[in-house]
T-cell receptor, first 114, second 113 residues
Framework: DGGITQSPKYLFRKEGQNVTLSCEQN?????MYWYRQDPGQGLRLIYY???????QKGDIAEGYSVSREKKESFPLTVTSAQKNPTAFYLC?????????????FGQGTRLTVV | AQKITQTQPGMFVQEKEAVTLDCTYD???????LFWYKQPSSGEMIFLIY??????QNATEGRYSLNFQKARKSANLVISASQLGDSAMYFC??????????FGKGTRLSVIA
């Protein structure tokens, strides 16, 4: 079945460590996105990519990095520079420029700093 | 700047009744899309309904309808005949032009038996 797969579902990180969250899609979508969600809050955009080998910062990119070497994959690295990384992370994909097309989301990764 | 405002942090509705979740938006782009998503406690985001800025008629999808008032910049979601399974967080989102979705803070809907 087509969809977006995020892994792992739960992730624990020690302070000072970098961790990488995986996001893979088989929908043949050009655009991919990373959002962060804090308890009781909406989704805030971290990074997005509309084409392979290109990506742009979102509203809260500090302390995060991404790569887009393949169309199917858009991994997010949470670096030690991110001061408060405990949150729920959602990856999404879409076909930009196509009317009436929604973004599809993965199941999310819940990151906890211990 | 693009912005979505959802003024109702929480709502209660009796089972089988209709409920309206409010959403207002702000954008200077004449071309935009408006979306509603449902987020159950599992965390997944489920797409419900879409309205384009140039659409003349309000969008409907089963029990969901979108009350689009362009002059007032509002895009309220109406859920008819509420069911217990409708209890979840609901997010309004906007995509101006060819840009990523901007989300509101959400409304938590609780359906009471």
């Amino acid at each position: 079945d087509g969809g977006i797969t995020q892994s792992p579902k739960y992730l624990f990180r020690k302070e000072g460590q970098n961790v990488t969250l995986s996001c893979e899609q088989n929908l043949n979508h050009d655009a991919m996105y990373w959002y962060r969600q804090d308890p009781g809050q909406g989704l805030r955009l971290i990074y997005y990519s509309q084409i392979v080998n290109d990506f742009q910062k979102g509203d809260i990119a500090e302390g995060y990095s991404v790569s887009r070497e393949k169309k199917e994959s858009f991994p997010l690295t949470v670096t030690s520079a991110q001061k408060n990384p405990t949150a729920f992370y959602l990856c999404a994909s879409s076909m930009p420029g196509v009317a009436n097309t929604e973004a599809f989301f993965g199941q999310g990764t819940r990151l906890t700093v211990v | 700047a693009q912005k979505i405002t959802q003024t109702q942090p929480g709502m209660f509705v009796q089972e089988k009744e209709a409920v309206t979740l409010d959403c207002t938006y702000d954008t200077s782009d004449p071309s935009y899309g408006l979306f509603w998503y449902k987020q159950p406690s599992s965390g997944e985001m489920i797409f419900l309904i879409y309205q384009g800025s140039y659409d003349q008629q309000n969008a409907t999808e089963g029990r969901y309808s979108l009350n689009f008032q362009k002059a007032r910049k509002s895009a309220n979601l109406v859920i008819s005949a509420s069911q217990l399974g409708d209890s979840a967080m609901y997010f309004c989102a906007m995509s101006p032009g060819n840009t990523p979705l901007v989300f509101g803070k959400g409304t938590r809907l609780s359906v009471i038996a």
